[in-house]
């Protein structure tokens, strides 16, 4: 068996519980947790393998993290083996106590999501009146604490106009970072979302206002799932913020396109142990209970085929393939194909 390099980042849904009942919701979260979750010890095996195998940085998320008992002792666990541990959470359950106990846990970064500046759009979308104001009291509680946060919202029709608050929002906020995800119809988008992506010209729009947003922003700009969007910072020759420079100048993946499945790139695990390549690609690759990670990474004809960048359609002549390659996820999820053209691409 040939050794691929791992991912640099997993992403580990530790629960399939939420409090929340998000319209976009890629893992389709419940209101109670799924009967055959991982147990504790089956995480902390996990996370022993992700060490030993390479892997650098751990997001746990969900569902909603905090809605698992044991959360603060599967983190706790994870920096203590030296991976770097990031939680991503609605930020709803968090008060000031709970900040300082993530903290104490080694979490070095809480990714909070905030879909609108409008309280009740914000509500309606993540189906709970109110979660808004919780949410960003969860903020301010991580700021108090000396917890680095972020904030992440989806963009979509709805909210597009709201982009430039939603940057403001996390400025005054005190954030470290603002994350924009451009929205891809998969898991439970797939009926509550239907026909809110962007168009291909509406998303080169947006991307273009963050590139140059970047410039003089105080804090970091990211954004998942839009693998175009690197192409308008060597385009407009802008320095990249989306990670910190001493840990971009890490991440061999960078401007390398889709990171799915990539070497140094990610890779997904359900809260039942079924990898994915993606969150945004919801392709079962086998389960950790019969196959270690790294036999599923290193032997998945799906991963064969993402790793060999044999796209079609216009991906697969566009000059741009390797350094882009669309995103997989919405090629996927729009024409059942992993290896077809990007539809939300303006090139």
């Known amino acids: 068996m040939s050794d691929i390099p791992p991912p640099f980042m997993v992403s580990y849904g530790i629960t399939s519980k939420c409090n929340l009942n998000c319209k976009h919701c890629y893992a389709q979260a419940t209101e109670e947790a799924s009967s055959n ?41 994870a920096s203590s083996k030296g991976l770097m541990t990031g939680i991503g959470s609605n930020g709803t359950l968090i008060d000031k106590a709970m ?153 061999p993946y960078y401007g390398r396109g889709c990171a799915a499945g990539m070497p140094f790139g990610y890779i997904r695990i359900a809260p039942n142990g079924e990898v994915n390549p993606c969150m945004l690609l919801q392709i079962d690759l086998g389960n950790i209970r019969k196959k270690s990670i790294r036999e599923i990474w290193n032997e998945s004809p799906v991963l064969k085929q993402l790793r060999s960048r044999e796209l079609k359609g216009k991906c697969g002549q566009c000059d741009y393939s390797d350094t882009c390659a669309g995103c997989r996820g919405r090629a996927y999820e729009e024409t059942g194909d992993v290896l077809a053209s990007d539809p939300g691409c303006w090139i």
């Open 37 to 77: 979750e991982l147990s504790t010890e089956e995480a902390r095996e996990l996370i022993d393998e992700l060490t030993d195998w390479g892997a650098k940085f751990l997001v746990l998320d969900g569902g909603e993290p905090l809605c698992r008992p044991d959360f603060l002792e599967i983190a706790s666990y």
């Open 99 to 251: 900040a300082e106990r993530i903290k104490g846990a080694g979490v070095q970064s809480i990714a909070i999501s905030i879909d609108s500046t409008r309280p009740e759009v914000h509500d309606t979308f993540r189906g709970k009146k109110g979660a808004f104001h919780q949410a960003m009291n969860g903020a301010a509680a991580c700021k108090e604490a000396g917890l680095p946060f972020q904030f992440g919202m989806v963009i979509r029709k709805q909210t597009l106009p709201e982009v430039p608050d939603m940057l403001k929002l996390a400025v005054e906020s005190g954030a470290d970072a603002a994350e924009f995800f451009d929205l891809v119809e998969a898991g439970r988008a797939k009926t509550e979302c239907r026909g809110e992506s962007l168009s291909p010209e509406k998303r080169k729009q947006i991307m273009g206002w963050l590139a140059q947003a970047q410039i003089d922003c105080p804090i970091i700009i990211r954004v998942p799932a839009c693998p175009m969007y690197p192409l308008i910072l060597q385009e407009k020759k802008i320095k990249p913020k989306h990670f910190p420079a001493e840990l971009l100048a890490r991440i």
